[in-house]
């Protein structure tokens, strides 16, 4: 488990094809790998990553061909920086929200408009994930927990101060960049909740029987 406080910015130094899958090696700027074993998990733009390989400034990790295609790593290429956060130890701080390094959709910069003292940031997320973004909810972007502070559809707004674009590769976005999406995990346990009986039946998908319509059946709505 992770909080979505990055710990340093990354970067890739090498991704190789190994046929079924891809070994990722990632440079770990200044995050301290001196409590980093093998079999350990890292968050890398949130993507929860098994350490594989390692040294005292770099950690390799084996990505599946499905999560090359499902994350934003499709977009990535050497060289490419990445927000890196070892995971939670019992002890620590929760800074953030629980973060579970398993990405739900990637989502595109639509608008970046500076101000004074911050910086607003516009992505469009997939259309199926829009029902768990709500204003003033978390949301992990690239493994940045992060407040939601406007939705609009399936488009959130976001208010970022500096040290947060200095610390995450967030500062490094442009329209168009693609971002991993994680939504709140109590969101989706609450959807699953709601179907009550109806979880049990083989035909029930996440998410897809639950509407307005089935809210209102059941006396959520009044």
């Not at 094809?17 to 733009?45: P, Q």
């Not at 770099?58 to 499709?74: C, M, Q, R």
Request: aromatic residues 8%; contains cysteine; glycine residues 10%.
């Amino acid at each position: 488990m992770f909080t979505g406080i990055i710990e340093a910015i990354g970067s890739i130094s090498t991704l190789t094809d190994l046929g079924d899958n891809f070994r990722l090696v990632v440079k770990t700027g200044k995050m301290d790998m001196g409590d980093v074993h093998l079999g350990d998990s890292i968050a890398t733009s949130g993507v929860c990553l098994t350490v594989v390989d390692k040294g005292s400034d770099f950690y390799a990790a084996d990505v599946s061909a499905e999560t090359i295609k499902l994350t934003g790593f499709a977009h990535y290429s050497v060289g490419h920086k990445v927000n890196l956060e070892k995971a939670m130890l019992t002890n620590s701080r929760f800074g953030g929200h629980i973060v579970s390094g398993h990405v739900d959709g990637v989502g595109k910069v639509e608008a970046i408009n500076e101000h004074s003292n911050y910086i607003e940031v516009w992505v469009k997320a997939p259309a199926e994930l829009a029902k768990y973004i709500a204003h003033k909810g978390s949301i992990t972007v690239d493994g940045v927990s992060l407040t939601v502070n406007e939705v609009k559809g399936a488009s959130f707004m976001l208010w970022l101060i500096p040290h947060t674009l200095k610390e995450t590769v967030i500062g490094q976005y442009k329209v168009g960049t693609h971002v991993n999406l994680e939504v709140d995990v109590i969101a989706r346990y609450l959807e699953r909740l709601l179907l009550g009986d109806k979880a049990a039946d083989d035909n029930t998908h996440a998410g897809s029987d639950l509407s307005m319509a089935f809210l209102a059946e059941h006396g959520y709505l009044k």
